[in-house]
C-alpha cells in the first residue's frame, strides 16, 4: 500500500485498514491478516528538496519487490497486492522486479469503469447484461471480450489528456497511448472486476483529517510540493462534499 506520499488520500484506504483490524480481532493470531506496507521507509523531518525526496521515491518499485519476494514468495505464501497498475504493466516496475525471479508470479485483476464516451459505455455494457455483482471474469487475453474491452474507437481515457512528453513523436505518442488504453481497458490483465455498471460506480471522498486537522494539513501540504511542486487538490469541506462522487459523471 502507498503510505507517505499524498497520493492516495481516499477514506476509502482507511477504511480498509480499519476493516483488516477488526477482523483480525476475531482470529486467533495463526489466521490473522498479515498487511506487508510496500513503500520504503522515509523520515520526512529530513525531508527538505526534491532531489532528497527524490533518492527515496527511486525505491518504491525496487523495495516493494523485496518485500514481495522476501517476506510471500519465499516462504512460499500467497498475497493480495494493491499497488497502482503503472506498477504491474511498467516494464521496469514491480512486477517485471519480482517475476526476474518468480516468473508468472502474479494474476492482474483489473476493474471495469467505462468509458470517455456514454456509446462506448453502453456498448459493451448491452454486451454483458447477466453478469453478477461483483463479478471476476477470466480469461481475457484472446476471448471475444478482449475485443469488446479494447476497441481503437473507444478509449477508456480521453487520448488528448495523457500525459505525453513534448520529445515524442507522433508513432511514440501513438504507441503510448495505445499500451496507457491497454492497461486501463483491462485487456492486458489476467481477469475483470466487475462491480457493476459505470453510472453506478463512485470514488472514495477525501479523509476529512486532512483538511479538518491543520497540522496534517501543513505536512501533507509540504510533501505534496516537495513531490509535485503544485498543491494538495480536492481536499477542503467544499470540494469534498458528502454526495457521491461518480467516476463517470454525467
Aim: proline share 6%; charged share 20%.
Amino acid at each position: 500500500m502507498v503510505g507517505w506520499i499524498p497520493t492516495v488520500t481516499g477514506l476509502g484506504y482507511a477504511n480498509f485498514f480499519a476493516q483488516v483490524r477488526a477482523v483480525n480481532l476475531a482470529l486467533p493470531p495463526e489466521r490473522r491478516i498479515h498487511v506487508w506496507l510496500g513503500e520504503p521507509p522515509i523520515d520526512w523531518s529530513k525531508i527538505r528538496t526534491k532531489a532528497e525526496f527524490e533518492s527515496i521515491l527511486a525505491q518504491r518499485d525496487t523495495y516493494a519487490a523485496d518485500v514481495i519476494q522476501k517476506h510471500i514468495l519465499g516462504p512460499v505464501k500467497k498475497a493480495i497486492v494493491i499497488y497502482g497498475d503503472l506498477h504491474f504493466y511498467n516494464n521496469v516496475g514491480l512486477r517485471h522486479l519480482v517475476e526476474r525471479q518468480y516468473s508468472s508470479a502474479f494474476f492482474i485483476v483489473a476493474m471495469y469503469a467505462g468509458y470517455a464516451t456514454k456509446s462506448c459505455t453502453a456498448s459493451f455494457e448491452q454486451g454483458v447484461p447477466n453478469w453478477s455483482i461483483p463479478a471476476l471474469v477470466a480469461p481475457l487475453r484472446g476471448t471475444s471480450l478482449e475485443s469488446k474491452l479494447y476497441r481503437s474507437d473507444c478509449d477508456v481515457e480521453p487520448r488528448t489528456s495523457l500525459p505525453f512528453r513534448a520529445s515524442m513523436s507522433e508513432a511514440q505518442k501513438v504507441q503510448f497511448a495505445d499500451a496507457i488504453e491497454r492497461m486501463d481497458s483491462g485487456v492486458d490483465g489476467d481477469a475483470l472486476l466487475f462491480l457493476g455498471k459505470a453510472d453506478t460506480l463512485t470514488r472514495t471522498p477525501t479523509e476529512p483529517s486532512i483538511y479538518l486537522d491543520l497540522t496534517y494539513r501543513r505536512e501533507i501540504e509540504r510533501r505534496q510540493r516537495l513531490a509535485f511542486g503544485e498543491s494538495l487538490i480536492g481536499a477542503s469541506v467544499e470540494q469534498n462534499p458528502v454526495s457521491p462522487h461518480f467516476i463517470r459523471p454525467e
